[in-house]
């Protein structure tokens, strides 16, 4: 009889001499190559996972020594604030398997530790359309569902099919469907009411063999016309989005970032209307409760774009984007994003969200 993870769980709780010593525990380990925001923080424990067991594994370290376990994957959407006391899992379950072929569509499971990027590369190539427009967005695919990411007119859930997360109390493995998820604008059920309650494993992806060009949001149709380009392939719209992007945004190996800091907010119709009579070229797109607002914008009219504060600032090309200059300290940062807040709630009435988790 195959074994469950729950009695996996069990048996390694009788031998826990022995699983500690194979799992390759390190400590006291520098967090800098694992955040993008370049913060230099110590995990007091440090370990990799390449398998479920591995996970496992490391969630019964962390329940024995009675310490919080944190999940890292490209560390592109945390800001470290102070040293992690704890057990640091850095998430590596490699893997794209096509699964399940037909005319029209194909379904791939990938690993949660595979290169968000690198997957979106491997769909190119093969022709699987879907995720184009997601193209350069930094971190790994475990994430993708957590944070519902979204770039250029799509958002994960429109090829999201299910995953496979551990549940970390009991151990044991669940499939979720996408009505489970629970999507919505940078969110999922992982960021709600199953926060800290999960460990996504693998995830599986529904792509179109038969593409649907989207090239309406952004400077996307601009930068195709640029290049001469007229009847775009989705390897065209690739490039297109990470020349955008490049153009926009600092490379996280040359100034320390997670990308978009805010969530573009979504205010009433008629708080909209009403500040478009005081800003006549405010910005705005129809959402399900309203007008969505770009963040940038509402920071750039504030006065923040370009605004250097020692070691960390507001980019000066992209004014949704927090930077570490370097040397920066994550306590700093989070008190800029407060002033941001302030500030665009004072002028705007607008209350602006982080996407950036603080650890």
């Known amino acids: 009889m195959p074994l469950r993870l729950s009695d996996l769980g069990k048996i390694c709780f009788t031998s826990q001499h022995r ?8 400590e006291n380990i520098s967090l800098l190559p694992y955040n993008t925001f370049g913060m230099d923080k110590k995990a007091r424990f440090f370990v990799r996972a390449q398998s479920d067991k591995d996970v496992i594994d490391a969630l019964l370290f962390a329940r024995e020594k009675g310490i919080p376990l944190l999940v890292l994957g490209g560390g592109s959407n945390i800001l470290l604030t102070k040293d992690w006391e704890g057990l640091v899992l850095k998430m590596e379950i490699k893997g794209i398997q096509v699964e399940d072929c037909s005319e029209d569509e194909v379904l791939v499971k990938v690993g949660a530790g595979e290169n968000w990027h690198e997957f979106v590369l491997f769909c190119i190539e093969n022709g699987y359309a879907g995720v184009e427009n997601l193209s350069l967005i930094p971190g790994t695919v475990g994430a993708s569902p957590m944070q519902n990411i979204g ?10 099919d299910s995953l496979w997360a551990i549940e970390r109390s009991e151990l044991a493995n669940r499939r979720f469907s996408w009505e489970e ?9 992982f960021k709600s009411a199953l926060k800290d309650q999960y460990i996504i494993t693998q995830v599986w992806f529904r792509l179109s063999k ?30 297109a989005v990470i020349q955008i992007r490049r153009s926009k945004l600092p490379d ?12 573009n907010p979504t205010i009433p119709a008629d708080h909209f209307e009403r500040l478009k009579s005081e800003y006549p070229n405010i910005p705005g797109f ?74």
């Open 181 to 189: 998820c629970a999507f919505g604008y940078r969110e999922s059920v």
């Open 252 to 263: 996280p190996a040359e100034i320390g970032n997670a990308g978009s800091f805010f969530k």
């Open 151 to 160: 770039a250029y007119g799509v958002e994960i859930k429109e090829v999201f």
């Open 286 to 359: 129809p959402a399900e409760e309203g007008t969505k607002v770009p963040a940038a914008w509402l920071i750039e009219q504030a006065g923040w774009k370009g605004k250097r504060f020692g070691s960390i600032g507001v980019h000066a090309k992209q004014p949704l984007v927090l930077v570490n200059y370097g040397g920066g300290e994550g306590k700093d940062i989070v008190k800029l994003s407060q002033d941001i807040q302030a500030s665009v709630k004072e002028r705007f009435g607008i209350a602006l969200h982080p996407e950036v988790n603080f650890i």
């Open 210 to 239: 038969k593409p649907q060009i989207k090239t309406s949001y952004g400077a996307i149709q601009d930068t195709l016309k640029e290049l001469g380009i007229r009847q775009p392939s989705i390897r065209d719209v690739s490039e």
């Open 19 to 26: 699983f500690f010593a194979a799992m390759n525990i390190q």
